[in-house]
C-alpha cells in the first residue's frame, strides 16, 4: 500500500515545465489571471489603511469577499480583531488529506500601511490612488505588503479555477498593524484565535530578489530579522524668563547629545544568517566590494576591508545595531527658556544585543545627567531558526527555472516582520516572494512614491503560485 507522509517541506509531483508553459509576463497584454491580480491589488491599494488614518477592516471585508468569490466557503472565512476598526482577515483552503498531512501552510501578509500624504508625493501621484506609469505600479502598500496580499488573494481563483486541491490545508491571513499600530493582528490572532493560524510553515514577507542593472542579482530567504526598539532622550532644566539665558538650556544639552548619538557607530557583528549572506553575495559584488566582504567575514576588525562595505548604507545595516533620530520636541514658549526636549531614537539592534545594552551605551556616550535615556517601546528577540534544507532547495529550483542560474541566499532584514511572534513560538517563519526590486532605486517602501515595477509584480504571483503548491503538496512513499 501507498503512505503519505506528512513532512514539513516536500517537492510537488507536479513539474516546473508543466506549471510554467505560458509566460510569465508579456508587457502590454496581461493574462485573465493577470487581469484578476491587477484588480484585486488596485481594490486594496486604494482602500486607505493607514495606522491611524485608515480603516483596515474594510480591506479585510473586501479581500473576504473576493475569497468567497473565488470558492472558499463562508464558513472557513474569518474577519475580526480587537477593534472595529482593526479585524484581520483568516481564510482556509481545505486539503485532501487532513490530519494526515500534518498543519498547514500559512501565508501572511499585513494589509494596514504606514501613513502617507499627498503633499509629501509627487505633484502627479496619490497614496491612494492605483497608478501605473512607466513600467511601475505606484501607492502606498504596492510594495510593503499589499502586492504579497493581493497575490495570495488572486492565486485563490487560479487553484479554483484549475481544480487543484492542496494535499495539506492552506492558509491565508491578511492581517492588522504590523507598521507598529497598537493591535496588532498576528498577535492578537496568536492570543485569541490560536486554532485560526496554527501551522506547520509560515511564508511571509521579508525575503524577494534583488536586481541589479535591470537583472537578477540573487534571490533571498528572509531567516533573521534586527530588533526594533525606540528610545527617549529627554533634556530637562528648571527654566525661566528668556531675557536671561543660562548655559544649562535643556535644547542645548539636547541637541549635544544628539550629535554623539548621530556619530556613534556600534561594533560589527555576524549572526550565522548574516555571514552566510556576505560569503555567498561577495562573489555577485564588485571585486572591490567582494574582497571587502570576505576579508570582514574573516576578520570583523579588518577596519580597510569594514570602511568599503559600510559605504553602502544597506550592508552597514546588516552589520552592526543602528540608531537614528526620527523626532524631536521641545520647549513650551517663544519668550521662555526650556524645561523639557525630547528626541525620539529609533534603533534597530542587532540579535544578539538588548535594549537595556544600547541604552547603557548611550548613557555613557552622553556623559550628561541632565538627559536621560528611556526605553519607550521594545519588541522582544526571537530565535534565529535554521532554514530547512527541503525549503532553500524548492526556493533554489523554482528559481532558477524563473530568473536563472542565480544564487539563493539568506537575509537578516534590517527591519522588522510579524514572523517574529511564530519563530517565538517555534513556529518556522521565513520572507520569500519571488518579488524582485532594484535596492538603488526601488527601496521606497514608507516613502515617497512607493512603487513596484509590473514585471516584477507578475513574476512575483507565479513565483508564490508555484511555491505554494510545491509546499502543500505531501509526498508520496511505496
Known amino acids: 500500500m501507498k503512505r503519505y507522509v506528512a513532512t514539513l517541506f516536500v517537492a510537488a509531483s507536479t513539474t516546473l515545465s508543466a506549471q510554467g508553459a505560458a509566460p510569465v509576463f508579456t508587457p502590454g497584454k496581461l493574462t485573465p489571471m493577470q487581469e484578476q491580480a491587477r484588480s484585486i491589488y488596485k481594490e486594496l491599494v486604494e482602500i486607505n489603511t493607514g495606522v491611524t488614518t485608515g480603516n483596515i477592516t474594510t480591506a479585510a471585508v473586501a479581500m473576504a469577499k473576493r475569497l468567497r468569490e473565488a470558492?472558499?466557503?463562508?464558513?472557513?472565512?474569518?474577519?475580526?480583531?480587537?477593534?472595529?476598526?482593526?479585524?484581520?482577515?483568516?481564510?482556509?483552503?481545505?486539503?485532501?488529506?487532513?490530519?494526515?498531512?500534518?498543519?498547514?501552510?500559512?501565508?501572511?501578509?499585513?494589509?494596514?500601511?504606514?501613513?502617507?500624504?499627498?503633499?509629501?508625493?509627487?505633484?502627479?501621484?496619490?497614496?491612494?490612488?492605483?497608478?501605473?506609469?512607466?513600467?511601475?505600479?505606484?501607492?502606498?502598500?504596492?510594495?510593503?505588503?499589499?502586492?504579497?496580499?493581493?497575490?495570495?488573494?488572486?492565486?485563490?481563483?487560479?487553484?479554483?479555477?484549475?481544480?487543484?486541491?492542496?494535499?495539506?490545508?492552506?492558509?491565508?491571513?491578511?492581517?492588522?498593524?504590523?507598521?507598529?499600530?497598537?493591535?496588532?493582528?498576528?498577535?492578537?490572532l496568536l492570543k485569541n484565535k490560536p486554532e485560526l493560524?496554527?501551522?506547520?510553515?509560515?511564508?511571509?514577507?521579508?525575503?524577494?530578489?534583488?536586481?541589479?542593472?535591470?537583472?537578477?542579482?540573487?534571490?533571498?530567504?528572509?531567516?533573521?530579522?534586527?530588533?526594533?526598539?525606540?528610545?527617549?532622550?529627554?533634556?530637562?532644566?528648571?527654566?525661566?524668563?528668556?531675557?536671561?539665558?543660562?548655559?544649562?538650556n535643556a535644547i542645548t544639552a539636547l541637541a549635544d547629545a544628539l550629535a554623539k548619538v548621530g556619530r556613534h557607530k556600534f561594533p560589527v557583528q555576524f549572526n550565522d544568517v548574516s555571514r552566510a549572506f556576505f560569503a555567498r553575495t561577495a562573489d555577485l559584488e564588485t571585486p572591490a566590494?567582494?574582497?571587502?566582504?570576505?576579508?570582514?567575514?574573516?576578520?570583523?576588525?579588518?577596519?580597510?576591508?569594514?570602511?568599503?562595505?559600510?559605504?553602502?548604507?544597506r550592508y552597514n545595516s546588516m552589520l552592526r545595531t543602528t540608531c537614528v533620530a526620527t523626532g524631536l520636541t521641545g520647549g513650551h514658549a517663544t519668550n521662555a527658556l526650556p524645561q523639557l526636549a525630547e528626541a525620539n531614537i529609533n534603533c534597530r539592534i542587532y540579535p544578539t544585543e538588548s535594549a537595556d545594552s544600547v541604552r547603557a551605551a548611550f548613557e555613557r556616550l552622553i556623559a550628561d545627567t541632565t538627559v536621560h535615556v528611556i526605553i519607550r517601546t521594545q519588541r522582544p528577540p526571537t530565535p534565529i531558526l535554521p532554514i530547512p534544507a527541503d525549503l532553500t532547495q524548492t526556493v533554489t529550483r523554482l528559481t532558477k527555472a524563473m530568473f536563472g542560474d542565480i544564487p539563493v541566499v539568506p537575509l537578516m532584514g534590517t527591519?522588522?516582520?510579524?514572523?517574529?511572534?511564530?519563530?517565538?513560538?517555534?513556529?518556522?517563519?521565513?520572507?520569500?516572494?519571488?518579488?524582485?526590486?532594484?535596492?538603488?532605486?526601488?527601496?521606497?517602501?514608507?516613502?515617497?512614491?512607493?512603487?513596484m515595477a509590473v514585471k516584477s509584480y507578475f513574476e512575483g504571483q507565479e513565483f508564490l503560485y508555484r511555491l505554494t503548491k510545491e509546499l502543500a503538496t505531501v509526498r508520496v512513499t511505496p
Open 71 to 188: 470558492g472558499i466557503p463562508a464558513g472557513d472565512i474569518f474577519v475580526g480583531g480587537p477593534r472595529p476598526d482593526k479585524h484581520n482577515l483568516v481564510a482556509r483552503i481545505r486539503g485532501t488529506r487532513g490530519a494526515d498531512a500534518g498543519k498547514p501552510l500559512l501565508l501572511l501578509a499585513h494589509i494596514d500601511v504606514v501613513e502617507a500624504l499627498k503633499a509629501d508625493w509627487s505633484p502627479d501621484l496619490d497614496p491612494f490612488v492605483f497608478t501605473e506609469r512607466d513600467g511601475y505600479y505606484y501607492g502606498r502598500g504596492t510594495a510593503d505588503d499589499k502586492a504579497m496580499a493581493s497575490i495570495f488573494v488572486a492565486n485563490v481563483f487560479r487553484m479554483k479555477q484549475e481544480g487543484w486541491v492542496p494535499d495539506r490545508d492552506i492558509i491565508i491571513a491578511l492581517t492588522a498593524d504590523e507598521e507598529s499600530g497598537p493591535a496588532n493582528g498576528v498577535d492578537w
Open 197 to 248: 493560524v496554527d501551522a506547520a510553515l509560515v511564508i511571509n514577507e521579508g525575503g524577494g530578489g534583488t536586481l541589479r542593472d535591470g537583472k537578477p542579482l540573487f534571490n533571498g530567504i528572509g531567516a533573521a530579522e534586527k530588533v526594533t526598539t525606540n528610545l527617549t532622550l529627554r533634556a530637562t532644566n528648571r527654566g525661566g524668563h528668556s531675557s536671561v539665558p543660562r548655559d544649562d
Open 289 to 313: 566590494m567582494g574582497k571587502a566582504m570576505k576579508a570582514l567575514v574573516a576578520n570583523p576588525a579588518d577596519a580597510a576591508a569594514l570602511k568599503v562595505v559600510t559605504a553602502d548604507p
Open 415 to 451: 527591519g522588522a516582520t510579524d514572523s517574529r511572534y511564530f519563530r517565538a513560538k517555534g513556529v518556522p517563519a521565513f520572507g520569500v516572494s519571488g518579488l524582485f526590486s532594484d535596492p538603488t532605486t526601488d527601496a521606497r517602501a514608507h516613502g515617497r512614491d512607493e512603487r
